[in-house]
């Protein structure tokens, strides 16, 4: 089992940053490939982002490329989202999650936190 608790999230202007952080416990973090999905209200729960177990490769949702950058630290068992340029319609709960592979479905992905709220407003 691995466990997973997101944290950074809040209301921000647009055009603001917040960088998410999420804390894995558990199984050996680095086992894991790790991703993050969000999830707006009416709306079906949407990649974001993913990283490789060792953290060097990364793929991200074409609507967060070169505004998101995720990052992992191994040592500090956590997975990072760094969120800048930040639209209204990244208004979202936002999920870590960890799976065996990189992925951009969320079933690919065994083990989920339960999410951190980001609200941008204008």
């Known amino acids: 089992q691995v466990q997973l608790v997101e944290s950074g999230g809040g209301l921000v202007q647009a055009g603001g940053s917040l960088r998410l952080s999420c804390a894995a416990s558990?199984?050996?973090?680095?086992?894991?490939?790790m991703g993050w999905f969000r999830q707006a209200p009416g709306k079906e729960r949407e990649f974001v982002a993913t990283?490789?177990?060792?953290?060097?490769?990364?793929y991200d949702a074409d609507s967060v490329k070169g505004r998101f950058t995720i990052s992992r630290d191994n040592a500090k068992n956590s997975v990072y989202l760094q969120m800048n340029s930040l639209k209204l319609e990244d208004t979202a709960v936002y999920y870590c999650?960890?799976?065996?592979?990189?992925?951009?479905?969320?079933?690919?992905?065994?083990?989920w936190g339960r999410g951190t709220q980001v609200t941008v407003s204008s």
């Open positions: 999650a960890a799976g065996p592979v990189m992925a951009t479905r969320r079933g690919s992905y065994a083990y």
């Open positions: 990283i490789s177990r060792s953290g060097d490769s990364t």
């Open positions: 558990g199984r050996t973090f680095s086992d894991y490939a």
